[in-house]
T-cell receptor, first 116, second 116 residues
Framework: GAVVSQHPSRVICKSGTSVKIECRSL??????MFWYRQFPKQSLMLMAT?????????EQGVEKDKFLINHASLTLSTLTVTSAHPEDSSFYIC????????????FGQGTRLTVV | AQSVTQLGSHVSVSEGALVLLRCNYS??????LFWYVQYPNQGLQLLLK??????LVKGINGFEAEFKKSETSFHLTKPSAHMSDAAEYFC??????????????FGTGTRLKVLA
C-alpha cells in the first residue's frame, strides 16, 4: 500500500506556543487529506478534510483558527495547533487518499502532542 | 446517512480460539466498508475492505470479513487468534456527499485481548 509519513511522532511544547505537524504522502499524490484527533481509548474524531489547493473543511465544533490546516501541495499537508493549551494534548493522526485510492485511506503513524 | 456500530468495546479470546469482532452498518446506498487495526501509539493499518465485489473479503494476517446485506453486518473473523493480534480494531464506512467529497466514519473501536 501507499506510504504516509507523519512527523513528528512525539512533541512536547509549552502552553501558549504553536506546534506544526506534517503529513506527507511519499509515493502517491494525495488530493485529499484528513486530520483526526484521538482521545485515550476512544475512536478517531475527524477534525477536518483538506483538498489540495483549497481551504480545509472543518467539522462542527472544531476551531479553524485554533487548528490551522494547510494543503499546499499534493504530497504535503500540515496541521498547526496555535496557542496550545494542556487540553490540546492528544494523539493526532492524518490520512491521505486520492481519486484512485478513494476506497482506501492511508494513515500516518500519528503524533502524540503533550502541552505542559 | 452512513454509519457503523461496533458491538463490544472489549473482546477477550484465548490464543488459538476464534476471533469475532462485530460491525453493523447503516447506509441507504451500497456501502464501502473497512476494517482497520491500531497498535498502541501508532496509526491505522488496513486489514481489509469491501467495495461491492465479493461478499467474503480476505485480508492480511489471516483475517476475513463477510458482507451480509440482509443483516447489515460486516463482522471480522480469524479462525485462530495469535498473541500479536492484540490491538484495537475499527470498522469504518465511507460517507459521500452529493458534491463528490467524502469522508470516513469510524466505529467506536473494539479492543481485542488475547489470553495465553
Amino acid at each position: 500500500g501507499a506510504v504516509v509519513s507523519q512527523h513528528p511522532s512525539r512533541v512536547i511544547c509549552k502552553s501558549g506556543t504553536s506546534v506544526k505537524i506534517e503529513c506527507r504522502s511519499l509515493d502517491f499524490q494525495a488530493t485529499t487529506m484528513f486530520w483526526y484527533r484521538q482521545f485515550p481509548k476512544q475512536s478517531l474524531m475527524l477534525m477536518a478534510t483538506s483538498n489540495e489547493g483549497s481551504k480545509a473543511t472543518y467539522e462542527q465544533g472544531v476551531e479553524k483558527d485554533k487548528f490551522l490546516i494547510n494543503h499546499a501541495s499534493l504530497t504535503l499537508s500540515t496541521l498547526t495547533v496555535t496557542s496550545a493549551h494542556p487540553e490540546d494534548s492528544s494523539f493526532y493522526i492524518c490520512s491521505a487518499s486520492n481519486r484512485v485510492t478513494n476506497t482506501e485511506a492511508f494513515f500516518g503513524q500519528g503524533t502524540r502532542l503533550t502541552v505542559v | 446517512a452512513q454509519s457503523v456500530t461496533q458491538l463490544g468495546s472489549h473482546v477477550s479470546v484465548s490464543e488459538g480460539a476464534l476471533v469475532l469482532l462485530r460491525c453493523n452498518y447503516s447506509s441507504s446506498v451500497p456501502p464501502y466498508l473497512f476494517w482497520y487495526v491500531q497498535y498502541p501509539n501508532q496509526g491505522l493499518q488496513l486489514l481489509l475492505k469491501y467495495t461491492s465485489a465479493a461478499t467474503l473479503v480476505k485480508g492480511i494476517n489471516g483475517f476475513e470479513a463477510e458482507f451480509k446485506k440482509s443483516e447489515t453486518s460486516f463482522h471480522l473473523t480469524k479462525p485462530s487468534a495469535h498473541m500479536s493480534d492484540a490491538a484495537e480494531y475499527f470498522c469504518a464506512v465511507i460517507l459521500t456527499h452529493t458534491s463528490g467529497t467524502y469522508k470516513y466514519i469510524f466505529g467506536t473501536g473494539t479492543r481485542l485481548k488475547v489470553l495465553a
